[in-house]
């Protein structure tokens, strides 16, 4: 079974840029996350769909990010503008009946 | 609210040595617990899970955790470390068997000396 894809693995960019990552789930995984790990931290919940609607998105900062997960499948998570507080790594992951697979997530860097 | 705390950042042990990662959580109803282990670069991968069957849950590699209530505990264990159980580890909480909910700890790095 093919796991969670993630791209890209690694991105640099400049502050007050915008930035997306794209996230394939494992088919037939209605439900979707997208966690923050911020370096020396565990992954702290952003937004979970469940098929292309949000479930919760109580921890995304709304003023800079977004979510969207088109025809309940694969799902983008986009910063605009970013800040130097958002270098992390972005791991998104999907489930079904409790077990979870996360993608190896995408780097972020903003200098 | 559900939360848990993993005691010590940092952990080395030698090769051959026992493993014990601290892991304490905070439920208001009975929890459903979580070890993943994280290697360099990679996502995270489930250990074990506790589900409110047996106390004592044995996940892959040998290793275990035993839930104790009466600490709010979940301590993971492995009595023989091996080079290749160096990684993050992080335990984690969620309200329902589902897990349509985890929250993660801070995370433990695991070192091993040879």
């Known amino acids: 079974e093919a796991g969670v894809a993630q791209s890209p693995r690694y991105k640099i960019i400049e502050k007050r840029q915008s930035v997306a990552f794209w996230c394939n789930p494992i088919s037939g995984h209605a439900t979707l996350y997208w966690y923050q790990q911020i370096l020396g931290q565990g992954p702290k919940l952003l937004i979970q769909f469940q098929n292309n609607g949000v479930v919760d998105d109580s921890q995304l900062p709304k003023d800079r990010f977004s979510a969207e997960r088109l025809k309940g499948v694969d799902s983008t998570l986009k910063i605009q503008p970013a800040k130097l507080e958002d270098s992390a790594v972005y791991l998104c992951?999907?489930?079904?009946?409790?077990?979870?697979?996360f993608g190896s997530g995408t780097r972020l860097t903003v200098v | 609210a559900q939360s848990v705390t993993q005691l010590g950042s940092h952990v080395s042990v030698s090769e051959g040595a026992l493993v014990l990662l601290r892991c304490n959580y905070s439920?208001?109803?009975?929890?459903?617990l979580f070890w993943y282990v994280q290697y360099p670069n990679q996502g995270l991968q489930l250990l074990l899970k506790y589900t409110s069957a047996a106390t004592l849950v044995k996940g892959i590699n040998g290793f275990e955790a035993e839930f104790k209530k009466s600490e709010t505990s979940f301590h993971l264990t492995k009595p023989s470390a091996h080079m290749s159980d160096a990684a993050e580890y992080f335990c984690?909480?969620?309200?329902?068997?589902?897990?349509?909910?985890?929250?993660f700890g801070s995370g433990t790095r695991l070192s091993i000396r040879p």
């Open positions: 984690a909480v969620s309200a329902d068997s589902s897990a349509s909910k985890i929250i």
């Open positions: 992951a999907s489930s079904i009946q409790g077990s979870y697979t």
């Open positions: 439920s208001s109803v009975p929890p459903y």
